[in-house]
Each structure stands twice: as structure tokens, then as C-alpha cells.
């Protein structure tokens, strides 16, 4: 079994087990800062004991998911929820929507940004392979990328598996249910998969291991942490930045044998990536929608009248244009649009490939050495 | 109209001219030549004749057009392989269109008498049937469902087993098809006066019987046809089509065109967009592009697309007139009546 998967399980009786100690689960910055990945605490703390308990029946679903095999996940998490009517986003308020509204035709965004400006985004691998972190102001995004040998599709005998899974769980919001996408998730879910999977940015050629019988099934699960506008550029950032970093167990095939090493057998081996594609979002504010704003929070987000997400590469490669309706934009201002896109990926791009080498020094420490050995001895 | 086509004398002659000379784009036409191409596609189209000399001729003619006339009849009957590469040569398309020629349009509203609203829509071989039921009260099950609990209206989109060469199963949580309700719902939402119909909901169902392309667009168009013919008051149609680059994303090649309306088999092969626009304005309610492209071509794509839109509007227009006229004429409606009795609305038939 993979170490992933242990790790998992692991954390996964954890979680079972305090949901079994009644009435005093932990607090959730306190599971985050017991949890490797999450060295940064968890800014979100539900107040009540019962949003307690929904946030850690959601990490319990969350990690359960975990265990189940990709294409029966859907039919399997059953889980018998108590038949009540789940409480809905608590909406902005009327003044607040005007404040919001106002302050933009003064040109004024409520956190100060400017209009064409992002939030700080940051970027944090795990200590494992294929985990990436990503934050975007208060939106974090959780990606892991996880492999497996499985037979292929019979319809692609020459291609692997590769999906995107997304989890918006009740600890982002009350208003999510497990195993009930909500119109969020499933737009989410569309974009991330026409941006990543569509646009082949991963070959899923090079995932077949025997034609028609053995191949790999790449999965990301993309879970949000917290939720503070502009999802999709975010999980767009962590699924390409997990697969980048994740490294699959080398194979070998002898005619009919495949066999698998273990990273200390064998050295693991990236993905076969062809082009790093990135999302970029716009919203649109006033009555015609002439005000184009990057990189909305979510109160921003519930005042929009359209969003525009576009997704690019640096090569200036669209690989997915989504303005699904609202308000009816200038063609001239989404082209506008779709050219500050361009330059906002480049840097996106930039960002992420740097934060990769330097996770990849981090890791070849000897190699490192090694090379800065070699460079004293030069100069000496 | 289109001007006559320059009679070729010799065929063979001209075949020399034509591999002799340089392919000389669209882009390079002044504005008059360009809006004498862009005639809308009902305008008359000459038949070629079935002799097959005829047809040789009429294919010569054809690629006359590199000898930078664009004025020649378009010929719907010349066959071209499936191969999308040919188009440079020719600049016709695998179903002998230009790049600025849609498919037929046709529609009908009313076709289903028992309903508030409906209509049929064929673009080419795409074929959408809508239809509109309401403004009803809002369920109490509605109301607590719907986060985004301002919308009025609802759409429902059905994808027929047969309609395409492979049968498929419709299974009810696609989330392609309700990525394409939440597109339709969004866009028409705000089309639609909206605030006139508090608590109420207009649900709109299309149901595709057969798909060739330009799926989106259609629906879009069919739901704007059925909601004008069910009396819901907006702003102005809003109407859709794709449009296309004969380049693929790989070769950096400048002789790109953009191409409009495209069928199931371009859309396989080369990237396109789907685009909607509120009436004739070149405001665009949605825009979904979901290929690979060169950011470079989408200026050219979107503006194609939009003046396709202009079009769909016009011929949509058409449609409704036609059957508005109609109805004035069986005394179904009194002229100048905003909306006949009810029972005179009732009792028409087709």
C-alpha cells in the first residue's frame, strides 16, 4: 500500500476517534497544527459545538474519501446525514452591498487593493510528494495528488486515468453538503477540469504501463480550506503545482510483469507535464459591467454582476474561456481582459516554477552540497 | 447580392493561375470587398447544375478566389475531403460554406400548443426543442434549495440518446450539461425583467434531438424563441452561435481564419467558442471556449462570432414576426392588441 494511504488512514481513525470523545472535538487549529502538512493554523474557528461537530464530520468524510477507490466514491459515501435543512450562506447585507458598490465607482476596493491587483499568493509543498498548499489572501486550497495501478478504460486502452476531484465540505461553509454538489462545486470542478485535463496539460499517454490492461489513474483531490472569493484561480495553482511536484513510483515491464518500486528501490519519477495552464478571474461591477475587478474576495464576489475566468499558459495559449451568463459585457473590455490575463499568468507561472526548484533544493540537500563543495574549491 | 461570378473560359488556364498564385487572405480586403462578403447566408444561392463539367467549372470558379475576388456564388455542392486542411486552398469548408456563412437557421415558436411557451430551432443538424411553462409560484422546495435563491428562472436540458452517432445513456448528473443549464439560466436571467415576477419561477425545458455542433448556441437560441413566445418580458433576444480558427493551436501559422457556425466535425478538429450576445449590441452574455488557442486568434474569433450573433438575431427576428403576422391574419390576436384574450390564444393552432 502506498505510504500516502497509510498516512491517511491513520489520520483518519484519528478523526474517528474524536468524533467518539462527544462534545469535545478539537479545535480545528489545533487538528491543523498536528497535521504535517498544515504548519500554518487554521484561521477559521467555528464558534457553536454543533458547527464543531459538522466541521469534523467533514474532515471525517473528507479523509474517508481518501481510502475509497476513485469511480466508486460517488456511489459509496453514503453517509446518512440527520434530515435537516442545511443552513444557507449567510448573505451580505443590503448596506454592505451598497458600501461595496459605491466605494468601486470611487475607485475604491474595501481591502485597498487596485483593481487589477492580487492578493498575495502563496505556495507551500508538504513533505510528501503531490501535496501543495496554496493560499490566495484567506482562500486556502489543499491539493494531493495520489496514483495507483488500475486496468484502463476499455474505449482507451492507450491512455491512463487521470481525474480531478473536488470537495467543498461543510467546513468551508454550511451551506456545502457532502455528496451534494452545490452549483459552486460542480462550475469548480468544470473549470478545473477543462483547464488541466482538457487542455493536456498532463499526457496521460505516458501513465499507460501494458496497452489495454495495466495503466495509472492519477488523481487530485482538491479540497478547500476556507473560502474567501476566487476558488478557481487558487485550485487551479495547487492542482498544477501538486502534479508538478508529485513523483510516481518507477515501473518496469518483463512481457507480462509490471513491476513497481518502492522509492527506495527506485528513484520516483514526475509526471509527464506538457504545459502549465493557470486561471485567471475577472469580476465585473455596474450596471453594464464596465468595472473589471481581478481576483475578487468573496464579498466582492456576491456583489458581481458577471464573473470571466480565462485560462492561459505562459506560451499565451488559451486553454479555456468561461463567462457562463450575467450581465452582458463589451466584447472590447473582455479582451482587455483576456490580455491582463496574460501577463497576470506569466507571473503566476513564474511564481510557482521558482517555489518548485526551491522545494527541489530543499530536497537534494547532498546534491546541493555537493555542488557548493565543487564551487569553494574553484574559487580557492 | 452577390456579384456574378467571372466566367472562366478555360479551365485549365485557370487551374494554372490558381496554383501559381500566392493564397491572398480575407484580412488584406478593404472594407468594401469584406461587407460585400458579409452578405447573410439567405441570400440567394445559384444551384449548381448536377452535370459533373458544371461542377468541375464551378469548383475552378471557386478557387478563383485566390485571385482576390471574392464574388463568386458560394457552392454548396462542391465535395470536400474531411481533411479541415484543404480549406486553405479553396477557402471553402468541409460543407462548401465560407467562413462567415452559417448553417440554415431554422425555427418555429408554438409548437407545442398545450404549453406557456415553446419553439423548435434547427442550425444545420442540430435540432432543440423548448419549452417554457410559467411564471408559476415558487415551490417551498425551490426556495430552500436554490442558494443563488434570486433566480427566476429554471432550466431543465435533456440530451436525447439518439442524437448523436454514438447512443449514450443521459445520465442525470452530467456535469457538462449542467454546467450548459447554469449557462443558459444565468445568461437569460438577466435578459429577462426579472423584478416584474417576485416568488416566481419560469422553467425552461430543452430537450436536444440531435446534435451536429454548436450545441450551446442552439439551446440558447431556442430558449430565447420560447420565452418571447411565452410573453416573459426582456430586454432584447439573446442570440448565439460559434465561431472558429482553422488554425490549431500547435501551428503558429498566420493564415488563420476565423470561421462561424461551426458542425459537430470542425468542432472535433479545430478550436472554437461559443458566444451569446444580448440583441444587436456587441455585449456579450457568455462566452465558452473550452480548446486550445492562440490568445492572438480570439480578436478575430470573437468578433466573427459576434456579427454571427447579429445575424441569429435577425433571422430569429424574422421567425417571430412571420408567426406574429400570421396570427394577426387568422384573427387570433386583434391587431395592435398587446397579448389577445385568452382564449383566443388557446384556441390557435398552427
Known amino acids: 500500500m502506498e505510504k500516502g494511504t497509510v498516512e491517511l488512514q491513520v489520520w483518519h481513525q484519528k478523526f474517528l476517534r474524536y468524533l467518539a470523545c462527544e462534545g469535545s472535538p478539537p479545535a480545528p487549529g489545533r487538528i491543523s497544527s498536528r497535521d504535517p502538512l498544515h504548519d500554518k493554523s487554521s484561521s477559521h474557528s467555528p464558534s457553536s459545538g454543533a458547527s464543531q461537530s459538522w466541521f469534523a464530520i467533514g474532515i471525517a468524510l473528507i479523509f474517508s474519501s481518501f481510502l475509497k477507490s476513485p469511480d466508486k466514491l460517488n456511489s459509496e459515501t453514503q453517509i446518512p446525514l440527520p434530515a435537516v435543512n442545511m443552513p444557507r450562506e449567510a448573505e451580505i447585507s443590503t448596506n454592505e452591498k451598497q458600501f461595496l458598490k459605491t466605494a468601486l465607482t470611487e475607485n475604491v476596493r474595501i481591502d485597498g487593493r487596485l483593481f487589477e491587483q492580487y492578493r498575495p499568493l502563496s505556495l507551500g509543498f508538504g513533505e510528501e510528494f503531490g501535496v501543495a498548499e496554496v493560499e490566495l489572501g484567506k482562500t486556502r486550497i489543499l491539493a494531493k495528488v495520489s496514483a495507483e495501478v488500475t ?100 515501473t518496469s515491464v518483463e512481457g507480462e510483469m509490471v513491476t513497481v518500486y518502492t522509492a527506495a528501490e527506485r528513484e520516483p519519477t514526475p509526471l509527464s507535464w506538457l504545459h502549465s495552464p493557470y486561471c485567471v478571474t475577472w469580476s465585473f461591477y455596474g450596471e453594464e459591467g464596465e468595472m473589471a475587478l481581478l481576483d475578487a474576495s ?58 518548485l526548484e526551491e522545494d527541489a533544493k530543499r530536497r537534494d540537500k547532498g546534491g546541493l552540497m555537493a555542488e557548493l563543495r565543487a564551487e569553494n574549491e574553484r574559487e580557492s | ?214 450545441l450551446l448556441a442552439s439551446l440558447f437560441n431556442a430558449a430565447t424563441l420560447a420565452l418571447v413566445d411565452a410573453g416573459i418580458p426582456m430586454s432584447d433576444y439573446v442570440t448565439a452561435c460559434t465561431s472558429g480558427s ?46 486550445r488557442v492562440q490568445v492572438s486568434r480570439l480578436e478575430g474569433m470573437l468578433a466573427v462570432g459576434v456579427d454571427g450573433c447579429k445575424q441569429v438575431r435577425t433571422l430569429l427576428d424574422r421567425v417571430i414576426r412571420e408567426r406574429g403576422a400570421k396570427m394577426i391574419e387568422e384573427g387570433a390576436i386583434a391587431r395592435g392588441d398587446v397579448v389577445g384574450a385568452g382564449d383566443e390564444m388557446d384556441t390557435e393552432e398552427d
Not at chain 1, 457532502?178 to 462550475?187: D, S
Not at chain 1, 492561459?312 to 463589451?330: F, M, P, S, T, Y
Not at chain 2, 444551384?47 to 475552378?60: A, M
Not at chain 2, 416584474?196 to 419561477?201: A, E, K, L, Q, V
Request: aromatic share 6%; charged share 20%; hydrophobic share 40%.
Open chain 1, 151 to 250: 486496468v484502463p478504460y476499455a474505449d482507451r486502452p492507450f491512455d491512463g486515468i487521470f481525474q480531478i476531484v473536488t470537495e467543498l465540505s461543510p467546513m468551508v461553509s454550511p451551506a456545502f453538503e457532502v455528496n451534494r454538489p452545490t452549483e459552486t462545486e460542480v462550475l469548480l470542478s468544470r473549470l478545473l477540469e477543462k483547464t488541466v485535463r482538457r487542455s493536456g496539460a498532463l499526457d496521460t499517454e505516458s501513465l499507460c504501463l501494458m496497452a489495454g490492461k495495466k495503466c495509472w489513474a492519477v488523481r487530485v483531490d482538491v479540497h478547500v480550506l476556507s473560502h474567501d472569493g476566487n476558488l478557481v484561480d487558487a485550485a487551479c495553482v495547487a492542482v498544477v503545482a501538486a502534479l508538478r511536484h508529485f513523483r510516481k513510483p518507477d
Open chain 2, 1 to 214: 447580392m452577390l456579384a456574378p461570378a467571372k466566367p472562366i473560359n478555360c479551365p485549365l488556364a485557370s487551374c494554372l493561375a490558381w496554383s501559381a498564385c500566392p493564397t491572398k487572405k480575407f484580412t488584406n480586403c478593404s472594407d468594401s470587398e469584406l461587407s460585400l462578403f458579409r452578405l447573410p447566408p439567405s441570400a440567394p444561392v445559384t444551384t449548381p447544375s448536377t452535370d459533373t463539367i458544371n461542377r468541375f467549372d464551378l469548383y475552378l470558379r471557386a478557387t478563383s478566389v485566390l485571385d482576390s475576388v471574392f464574388s463568386h456564388s458560394p457552392a454548396r455542392n462542391v465535395a470536400m475531403p474531411l481533411d479541415t486542411s484543404t480549406y486553405s486552398m479553396a477557402l471553402l469548408r468541409v460543407d462548401g460554406r465560407r467562413w462567415n456563412e452559417l448553417r440554415r437557421l431554422h425555427a418555429q415558436i408554438r409548437t407545442q400548443s398545450a404549453s406557456d411557451g415553446s419553439s423548435y430551432l434547427e442550425m444545420g443538424h442540430t435540432k432543440v426543442l423548448c419549452v417554457v411553462t410559467g411564471p408559476t409560484e415558487k415551490l417551498a422546495s425551490q426556495r430552500m434549495a436554490s442558494s443563488s435563491s434570486s433566480s427566476l428562472l429554471d432550466v431543465n436540458i435533456s440530451i436525447a440518446g439518439f442524437s448523436s452517432v454514438d447512443r449514450k445513456r443521459p445520465s442525470r448528473t452530467d456535469k457538462r450539461v449542467s454546467e450548459m443549464a447554469f449557462t443558459v439560466q444565468q445568461s437569460l436571467n438577466k435578459a429577462v425583467h426579472a423584478a416584474i415576477f417576485p416568488n416566481s419561477t419560469i422553467s425552461i425545458s430543452l430537450t436536444v434531438l440531435s446534435q451536429d455542433g454548436s
Open chain 1, 298 to 355: 468573496w464579498k466582492e464576489e456576491q456583489v458581481q454582476v458577471a464573473s470571466f475566468t480565462v485560462s492561459l499558459n505562459r506560451h499565451g495559449e488559451v486553454c479555456q474561456i468561461a463567462k457562463l451568463g450575467g450581465v452582458a459585457v463589451d466584447a472590447v473590455l473582455l479582451l482587455k481582459c483576456t490580455a491582463g490575463a496574460t501577463v497576470e499568468v506569466k507571473r503566476i507561472s513564474e511564481m510557482v516554477d521558482q517555489k
Open chain 2, 246 to 291: 482553422t488554425s490549431s493551436y500547435a501551428a503558429a501559422d498566420d493564415a488563420a481564419d476565423p470561421l462561424l457556425d461551426l458542425n459537430r466535425q470542425e468542432e472535433q478538429e479545430l478550436p472554437f467558442l461559443t458566444v451569446a450576445t444580448l440583441g444587436g449590441s456587441d455585449r456579450v452574455c457568455a462566452l465558452v471556449c473550452e480548446s
